[in-house]
Every structure is written in C-alpha cells, then in structure tokens.
C-alpha cells in the first residue's frame, strides 16, 4: 500500500526557514516524480513543486521560486521541501503526492496524496 | 501565469446529475484531472487524462473534453458526493489546479 507521511510543519516567524519532510513507503519511491501542493486555510489548492524521480531536475511555482527547494533522498525514500524566506501568506497546509500509473504508463494526476502537514507564519 | 477557471459552485438534488466544467487557454491540448475533497480530508483523484477513472472510483463519475473546457460529470449524484472538486492540468513545466468548485446536493 502507497503511503506518504509528512512531517516537519509547525508555528514560524516572517522570514524564517522550515524544512517539510515526507516519508514514502510501499512503492519504489526512485521510479516516480514528487510534487509538493498547499493549501491555505478555506481555499484551493495550489501546485507548489515537483522533481524528477533522479532528482535531476525540478520546476516551482512562481510564488515560491528562489525562495523554496525541493529534493529527495532515494536511499531513505524521502522528499524534501527547504522553505527559506517565509510569509504570511505561505500559511498552509503541506501536501506531499505522487502520480497516479496504471500499469506501467504513469498520468500527471496526483493519485496519492499524504494526510498533510500544517505551516503557520506568524509573528 | 496559466489558469483554470471553474464555476464556485453546483446544487444537485440527489440522483440527479451535476456537471462541472473547467475552462483554460489551449486546455485542448493538455490532459485535465479532477480531484475530489471532502471537508479536512486530503484530494481523492477521480478522473485522469481527461476521461479515465482510477481504480476505487465509482463508474458515476466521469470525463470529457471539448475544445478548451474540460466536464466532470457525476450521474445519480449521492449525498456522499457533496464535496469540493478541483480540475489540474501539466503545462509542460508546471501543474495548474482550477478555482474549485464546491457542489451541494440538496
């Protein structure tokens, strides 16, 4: 059974740094892109990231460009989210996902979301 | 920066069919998806590459494309079903979600 389990969320100040981990178990994580999506309180959703499943390559959202970085650890079946300069409006829920395959062709929908990790800036 | 625009919301009475559609520049050219989530829940995929169900997903649920507005069809709609839904859509680069669209079965 796929699983994704996020960690790491939690109260920072404006201008602080968090880093949002998410553990993935029961696939073999190095074969699938990772995508990172948010949700701000009592809105939509919002794509934030996404890497290649070599960690060759990733693309952000213009919103968090320069100022987020996404990575993964094979060997540890993890992926990252470093969030430096944080705002107030970065507050929201962090989703980690992964796309959804049926056999052995994989779509771009997110078939696998983990339960989510809050991020609050504040003062 | 490419969007996706849905109606903020459908009322369908139960057993009835509630359609929600999401419109985008050359959304034609891409595949759309469309999720479902329910109130402190995480996103449920329901249709994928415009008009293909995941496996889980109930046969009522589906997709279809014309021109450059993508439908999510939910037929015998249930109480169940009462949820916001989200289309997305890969621009080649970046994924885009749509507004949302919260649908009430009254």
């Known amino acids: 059974e796929v699983q994704l389990v996020e960690s790491g969320g939690g109260l920072v100040q404006p201008g602080g740094s968090l880093r949002l981990s998410c553990a993935a178990s029961g696939f073999t994580f190095s074969n699938y892109w990772m995508h990172w999506v948010r949700q701000a309180p009592g809105k939509g959703l919002v794509w934030v990231s996404l890497i290649y499943s070599d960690g060759s390559g990733s693309t952000y959202a213009d919103s968090v460009k320069g100022r987020f970085t996404i990575s993964r650890d094979n060997a540890k079946n993890t992926l990252y989210l470093q969030m430096n300069g944080l705002r107030a409006e970065d507050t929201a829920v962090y989703y980690c996902a992964r796309v959804y395959c049926d056999g052995t062709r994989c779509s771009s929908g997110l078939g696998y979301w983990g339960q989510g990790t809050l991020v609050t800036v504040s003062s | 920066s490419y969007e996706l625009t849905q109606p903020p919301s459908v009322s369908v009475s139960p057993g009835q069919t509630a359609s929600i559609t999401c419109s985008g520049d050359k959304l034609g050219d891409k595949y759309a998806c469309w999720y479902q989530q329910k109130p402190g829940q995480s996103p449920v995929l329901v249709i994928y590459q415009d008009r293909k169900r995941p496996s889980g997903i109930p046969e009522r649920f589906s997709g279809s494309k014309s021109g450059n507005t993508a439908t999510l069809t939910i037929s015998g709609t249930q109480a169940m079903d009462e949820a916001d839904y989200y289309c997305?859509?890969?621009?080649?680069?970046?994924?885009?979600f749509g507004t949302g669209t919260k649908v009430t079965v009254l």
């Open positions: 997305q859509a890969w621009d080649g680069s970046t994924f885009v």
